[in-house]
T-cell receptor, first 111, second 113 residues
Framework: SQKIEQNSEALNIQEGKTATLTCNYT??????LQWYRQDPGRGPVFLLL?????KEKRKERLKVTFDTTLKQSLFHITASQPADSATYLC??????????FGDGTTLTVKP | DADVTQTPRNRITKTGKRIMLECSQT?????MYWYRQDPGLGLRLIYY???????NKGEISDGYSVSRQAQAKFSLSLESAIPNQTALYFC????????????FGSGTRLTVV
């Protein structure tokens, strides 16, 4: 069956460091992979999308990589700030289909 | 106004009651979705609709029903609420290709007592 795994339930890092979050999947061939940010009690907010034929995508301090051979995406936040503290969700999207979400990784950036 | 509006924001209801959660969107998207989220868990798809005449069950549709009244409106009903339906419910929309991600509402926190 299809499975999405995001790394460790919680990630704690020091302000200024780079946070790296992992999204692994099995039995899936997504056309796209999306990353979202979710704050407590709020709806997820779309951050970035990367296509299956793209290796890397950047947006300001965010960088996403996508390795379809390893079936893995890495999400990096450089120069992290306490305001980056949130839960980050990855979602896999088949071509013109509906997204399947991972359980999320909670990031805490300490001052 | 928010792109996706969910009402009510919070609701406490009794076991056995019928309850409807409403969602409206101003994005002009054809696709709409209902998800449920439980503490520490991800989003689980309840129902989705790719256009007004299209309704599909998601992974956890038992005990729920939906109505797509118009392109902009998609409501979720709990026919006879039970305590394990206590959760945070999200409505979302997307354009066909999903290239711009899903736009989520602010959620409805439902408690069944």
């Amino acid at each position: 069956s299809q499975k999405i795994e995001q790394n460790s339930e919680a990630l704690n890092i020091q302000e200024g460091k780079t946070a790296t979050l992992t999204c692994n999947y099995t039995n899936y061939s997504p056309a796209y992979l999306q990353w979202y940010r979710q704050d407590p009690g709020r709806g997820p907010v779309f951050l970035l999308l990367i296509r299956e034929n793209e290796k890397e995508k950047r947006k300001e301090r965010l960088k996403v990589t996508f390795d379809t051979t390893l079936k893995q995406s890495l999400f990096h936040i450089t120069a992290s700030q306490p305001a980056d503290s949130a839960t980050y969700l990855c979602a896999l999207v088949p071509n013109a289909g509906k997204s399947t979400f991972g359980d999320g990784t909670t990031l805490t950036v300490k001052p | 106004d928010a792109d996706v509006t969910q009402t009510p924001r919070n609701r406490i209801t009794k076991t056995g009651k019928r309850i409807m959660l409403e969602c409206s969107q101003t994005k002009g998207h054809d696709r709409m979705y209902w998800y449920r989220q439980d503490p520490g868990l991800g989003l689980r798809l309840i129902y989705y609709s790719f256009d007004v005449k299209d309704i599909n069950k998601g992974e956890i549709s038992d005990g729920y029903s939906v109505s797509r009244q118009a392109q902009a409106k998609f409501s979720l009903s709990l026919e006879s609420a039970i305590p394990n339906q206590t959760a945070l419910y999200f409505c979302a929309t997307s354009e066909k290709q999903g290239l711009y991600g899903y736009t989520f509402g602010s959620g409805t926190r439902l408690t069944v007592v």
